[in-house]
C-alpha cells in the first residue's frame, strides 16, 4: 500500500576516487590497496606544517571529461576551499575541497525514463580511513588511522532530488561508472573506489545516510532507509531532519548526532592554492579526447553488427571488456548476431556463476569463436556447444582441444543412433503409444531421451528422421 | 550582536574549552572585532571585480607522476600515539 504522503524523492552526492596515478596534493603512489598502513605518505598528505599543496592536473582534466560527458557547464574559473572540521581522519583540521566556486555545475544523465539533474561536479581530497577499535563508530574505545588514502582525487557528483524508486538509483550509478570507466577515469576494482551518501526525502522531513560504500550497500541501505520512514508515518510519526550512518554488516542505518551544519565547516578559499582558469581550448582538448561512450556504442552496436537493441545493451552495460570481446569477435567470425546470442546467455551465465569478469577470465575471443565455428561445421551439437562454454569459463581449457580429447564430436553414424533409437523405443512404450495415439508431441520427448543417451552428441534432425521411419 | 551561546558555538567548533569567565571576556571582545571591521563596509566595491586569492597567478600544475613519500616509520615518528603502523585518534562521535 502506497499513499501520497508515502511518496519519496532520492538526491545522491557521489564520491568517486579518480584514477590517477599520485594524489590530488602531493606525489604520493594511489595504489594503496595491499600496502602497510602510513607507507605511502609524505609531509603534505599527512598535514605536516609548512608543507603546500602542488596540484595534479590529470585530476582536474578527468574533472572537465566527466563534467563534459555529464553535459554540465564548467566554471571559467575555479578555486580550491578548506572545509574546517576535526576528525582525525584529516590531520590538517580541514578537508582541500570546493565550494564557492566548483568545477561544474547544471549537468544531467540520461537513464531509460528520464533525465537525472546533475547540481555540481567538485574536486576534492580523500580523507584517511579509520577503523574502529573496541566498537563501531558510536562506541569504539578509539580509532586507528591510515594516511594512506589520504589525499587520493575524488570527484563529487551531485545528483537533484530526481530519484523516485531504488530501480533508478541502480541504473543511474551503473551507467555513472560504466561512462567514468570508458573516460579511464575511474577504476571499480580499486576498494572503496565509490562511497555514496543519500538523501532521502518523505512527507516532508529530510534524511541524509551517509557511509555507504558500492552498489551492493546503496540498495540495501536505501531500501531500509525507505520501510523504516514509511514505517514512522504509518504510526503518524513525523521523520525528523537529522543524519544516520549505514552499517553494512547488519543493513540498517542509525542516528548520528552530527553537529555540524554547513556554515559550521567554516569554509574559506585555499590560499595555498592558486585559481584553476579553465578556458574553452583546454575544454575543446579534451573534448576530443572523449572516446565513444556507452550510449553511442550501443546505438553503434545496433547499426554496425545489426544486433537486436536488447541484446546490445546487455553487453556493452556488462562492462567495458565485454563489449571489447564482442567487437574482437566480430573481427574474426562473421556471425555478430550468433556472438551475441551466444554471449548474453550462455558466457554471462557461465561468467555470473564463477563470478568473474571476462577480463579475469581466461576466456579469449578465438577460443570463444571456436566453438561457434565448430557448431557451423556440424562438428558438434549446440547442446556440446553450451557446455563447453561452461567449462571453457571455468577452466580456460582451449574448446576444441576438449573436443578433440573427450570424442564430443556429433555422431553421424547412422547404424550407432538406431541402436540408440531402438533402445529408447523399448524403455518407453507409453510415449510410443501415445504417439501413435495421435499426439505428435510425443516424439519431442522421445529425440530427448535418445539425445541424453548420446550424451548430447546426436544430430538431433538425424535423430528425427530415425525415430520418424521407425515409428511408421 | 554576540552573545555568550554564540562565543560557546564558535569555541565548541574549535574545540577549545573556555571557562564562563573567558566566555564573558570574549564576548565583548568579539564585538570590538566585529566593530573594527565595518570600517570595511564604508568601501564602495560597487564596480570592483572580487578577489580571490591575494596573487594573481593561476593555473600552478604538477604532472602527474609518482614521487617517493616517506617511510612508515618516519611518517609515525612525530608521535607517540601510535599501534601496528597506525595512528591512534579518538573516537569521532
Ligand atoms: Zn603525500
Given amino acids: 500500500m502506497k499513499n501520497k504522503a508515502e511518496e519519496f524523492v532520492i538526491g545522491l552526492e557521489i564520491h568517486l576516487a579518480l584514477n590517477t596515478k599520485s594524489k590530488l596534493f602531493c606525489g604520493c603512489s594511489t595504489n594503496i590497496s595491499g600496502v602497510e598502513p602510513n607507507s605511502l605518505c609524505c609531509p603534505t598528505c599527512l598535514g605536516l606544517p609548512g608543507s603546500k599543496p602542488r596540484v595534479n592536473k590529470r585530476a582536474i582534466d578527468f574533472g572537465i571529461m566527466v563534467a563534459k560527458a555529464l553535459n554540465c557547464e564548467i566554471n571559467p574559473r575555479m578555486f580550491f576551499s578548506r572545509k574546517s572540521y576535526f576528525y582525525p581522519d584529516m590531520p590538517k583540521n580541514f578537508q582541500i575541497s570546493q565550494y564557492e566556486l566548483p568545477l561544474a555545475k547544471g549537468g544531467y544523465l540520461k537513464i531509460s525514463e528520464k533525465k537525472i539533474g546533475i547540481r555540481r561536479i567538485q574536486i576534492e581530497e580523500d580523507p584517511g580511513r579509520l577503523i574502529h577499535v573496541g566498537g563501531d563508530i558510536t562506541s569504539a574505545e578509539y580509532v586507528l588511522v591510515d594516511y594512506n588514502r589520504s589525499g587520493i582525487p575524488l570527484l563529487e557528483i551531485v545528483t537533484e532530488p530526481d530519484f523516485t524508486s531504488t530501480g533508478e538509483v541502480k541504473e543511474f550509478l551503473s551507467k555513472l561508472s560504466m561512462i567514468l570507466q570508458y573516460l579511464g577515469a575511474y577504476d571499480p576494482k580499486k576498494e572503496a573506489s565509490m562511497r555514496i551518501d543519500a538523501n532521502i526525502s518523505m512527507g516532508g522531513g529530510r534524511v541524509e545516510v551517509k557511509n555507504i560504500t558500492g552498489f551492493k550497500a546503496v540498495e540495501s541501505a536505501l531500501s531500509y532507509e525507505i520501510i523504516r520512514q514509511r514505517n514512522i508515518m504509518r504510526r503518524g510519526g513525523k521523520v525528523v531532519r537529522e543524519t544516520r550512518h549505514f552499517d553494512p554488516v547488519s543493513n540498517t542505518t542509525r542516528s548520528l548526532r552530527a553537529k555540524e551544519m554547513e556554515e559550521d565547516y567554516g569554509f574559506i578559499l585555499d590560499t595555498d592554492l592558486a585559481e584553476v582558469a579553465i578556458d574553452e581550448k583546454w575544454i575543446k582538448d579534451l573534448e576530443n579526447k572523449i572516446p565513444e561512450l556507452p550510449d553511442e556504442r550501443v546505438r553503434r552496436f545496433v547499426e554496425e553488427y545489426k544486433i537486436s537493441e536488447r541484446n546490445a545493451k546487455v553487453i556493452v552495460y556488462t562492462d567495458k571488456a565485454f563489449a571489447d570481446f564482442f567487437e574482437k569477435c566480430c573481427e574474426i567470425y562473421d556471425k555478430p548476431t550468433q556472438v551475441a546470442n551466444w554471449m548474453v546467455t550462455d558466457l554471462l551465465k557461465s561468467l555470473n556463476y564463477n563470478k568473474i569478469s571476462i577480463d579475469e577470465s581466461e576466456v579469449e575471443p578465438e577460443g570463444f569463436v571456436e566453438i561457434l565455428k565448430m557448431i557451423d561445421e556440424g562438428k558438434i551439437s549446440g547442446r556440446i556447444g553450451k557446455e563447453l562454454v561452461k567449462r571453457y569459463v571455468a577452466s580456460g581449457k582451449n574448446p576444441r582441444e576438449i573436443v578433440e580429447e573427450e570424442d564430443l564430436t556429433v555422431l553421424r553414424g547412422r547404424e550407432e543412433l538406431e541402436e540408440v533409437v531402438k533402445k529408447v523405443l523399448k524403455e518407453n512404450k507409453n510415449a510410443v503409444e501415445d504417439y501413435r495415439k495421435g499426439n505428435k508431441k510425443a516424439i519431442e520427448f522421445l529425440i530427448g531421451k535418445a539425445l541424453a543417451k548420446t550424451g548430447g552428441r546426436a544430430d538431433p534432425k538425424l535423430l528425427r528422421e530415425i525415430l520418424l521411419e521407425f515409428l511408421k | ?93
Fill in chain 2, 1 to 93: 550582536m554576540i552573545n555568550k551561546e554564540i562565543v560557546r558555538h564558535v569555541a565548541e567548533l574549535a574545540r577549545l574549552k573556555l571557562s564562563e569567565e573567558e566566555i564573558e571576556k570574549y564576548s565583548e571582545q568579539f564585538e570590538h572585532i566585529l566593530e573594527a571591521f565595518k570600517i570595511l563596509d564604508e568601501v564602495d566595491t560597487e564596480d570592483v571585480e572580487p578577489s580571490f586569492h591575494p596573487l594573481e597567478i593561476k593555473n600552478v600544475f604538477r604532472e602527474d607522476e609518482v614521487e617517493s613519500g616517506l617511510s612508515q616509520e618516519k611518517a609515525l615518528l612525530n608521535t607517540k600515539h601510535k599501534e601496528k603502523g597506525y595512528f591512534k585518534g579518538p573516537r569521532i562521535v
